[in-house]
């Protein structure tokens, strides 16, 4: 691993990309002392200086990242484009020698995640992928009891992820914000409600119940409901997803995902069912608990609410990471892993059938 910032040290971060999650991206790494912001860069000048107006006045602004990796030589990358843009800004940034901390999906088809993961190792720089929904106590809670065999072995999974931003405008008009309509079409990127928010509920799940070894997926676009255009964007990314999933270990599941669950704002479930208990999660309710039905409790159906103790951030895993010289989780292998099961979901859902991962 490459050599590791010393902790006396100051990180010199830059952000390329600075759209709305890029100031979350400011906002979290600046929380820790030790690291600067030193460049932002964005295809949009003044959407860039306004971004480094709100988070760090003096930090320098590009249009160009090629530009800014030879005249900053920054620590460290977060890398907070547009899907299409994760590979091959990445790969320049490790070309560069900075460590990555990449939005997700970490790309957008396997081969692409696969080369970033091994450009990364043999660069010998920290890479992380940002699954947010790791910083929720409670799903690393669940990760530590199935690993400890409190449930048993794992039989069956249910996960889902739903959005409602299609037919409500709680989160502002979809069909007037360009931060919106990419989002909506492949042209611009976009792997659709699947590869956006269902990257996240793959992960979420697999976490605990382990990997995935064959999906069956069926994709869809309701045009009919919203358009099929809208200016420059041609609105044909996939809006819900209806995953059935085998896990290596035998367990069944059935993961889903949609932007039109009207009601639900943002919303992450989980229930994993054992054969010595279950657990189940609703970040909803609580980020921080989840309720288990163990032991004794299995025969009467009865559910305990368990405290999960709070951990770092993804943000300041990877900062302890670069400090440390030591990769922290999730990592661009992961990424990868997450990045083949998407790439199955596309194929099952073109031929109709079941798909090996």
């Known amino acids: 691993m490459k050599k590791s910032?010393?902790?006396?040290?100051?990180?010199?971060?830059?952000?390329?990309?600075?759209?709305?999650?890029?100031?979350?991206?400011?906002e979290e790494f600046l929380k820790d002392k030790g690291v600067e912001l030193v460049a932002v860069c964005?295809?949009?000048p003044e959407r860039a200086s306004?971004?480094?107006?709100?988070?760090?006045?003096?930090?320098?602004?590009?249009?160009?990242?090629?530009?800014?990796?030879?005249?900053?030589k920054p620590d460290a990358v977060a890398n907070v484009t547009p899907d299409n843009l994760h590979a091959p800004l990445t790969?320049?940034?490790?070309a560069a020698g900075a460590h990555v901390f990449c939005e997700k999906p970490?790309?957008?088809?396997?081969?692409?995640?696969?080369?970033m993961a091994k450009a990364a190792k043999k660069a010998g720089v920290i890479n992380m992928v940002n699954f947010t929904y790791r910083n929720a106590p409670a799903i690393q809670k669940a990760r530590e009891l199935v690993r400890a065999g409190k449930l048993g072995d794992i039989v069956h999974v249910e996960a889902s992820y739903l959005q409602s931003w299609l037919p409500?405008?709680?989160?502002?008009?979809?069909?007037?914000?360009?931060?919106?309509?990419?989002?909506?079409?492949?042209?611009?990127?976009?792997k659709g409600v699947l590869g956006d928010v269902g990257v996240h509920i793959l992960d979420f799940a697999s976490m605990p119940a382990g990997p995935i070894r064959s999906v069956n997926a069926k994709l869809k676009t309701f045009t009919g409901l919203k358009g099929k255009k809208r200016g420059e964007y041609t609105l044909d990314a996939n809006d819900s997803a209806l995953l059935s999933v085998e896990f290596a270990s035998g367990a069944l599941g059935v993961i889903h995902t949609t932007r039109w669950a009207t009601g639900y704002p943002n919303s992450l479930f989980l229930r994993l069912h054992g054969t010595k208990g279950a657990l189940r999660i609703d970040l909803d309710k609580s980020r921080d608990t989840l309720e288990v039905c163990l032991g004794p409790d299995i025969h009467k159906h009865t559910w305990k609410t368990l405290k999960a103790a709070p951990g770092p951030s993804t943000y300041a895993r990877f900062i302890a990471a670069v400090r440390s010289g030591k990769n922290?989780?999730?990592?661009?292998?992961?990424?990868?892993?997450?990045?083949?099961?998407?790439?199955?979901?596309?194929?099952?859902d073109k031929t109709g059938r079941a798909v090996g991962v």
Not at 106 to 115: E, Q, S
Not at 173 to 184: F, H, M, N, Q, V
Request: charged share 25%.
């Open 50 to 72: 306004a971004f480094a107006a709100k988070h760090a006045p003096e930090a320098a602004v590009f249009t160009d990242f090629g530009e800014l990796l030879r005249e900053v």
């Open 91 to 94: 790969l320049r940034a490790i």
């Open 42 to 44: 964005d295809v949009s």
């Open 328 to 348: 922290g989780e999730p990592d661009f292998a992961r990424g990868a892993e997450i990045q083949k099961v998407l790439d199955a979901c596309f194929v099952s």
């Open 5 to 26: 910032a010393r902790k006396s040290k100051r990180i010199r971060l830059a952000i390329v990309g600075t759209g709305g999650m890029a100031n979350v991206h400011a």
């Open 106 to 115: 970490l790309a957008t088809n396997y081969a692409d995640a696969l080369k």
């Open 168 to 190: 409500s405008k709680a989160w502002g008009d979809w069909k007037t914000s360009p931060g919106w309509l990419w989002r909506l079409s492949s042209k611009h990127g976009s």
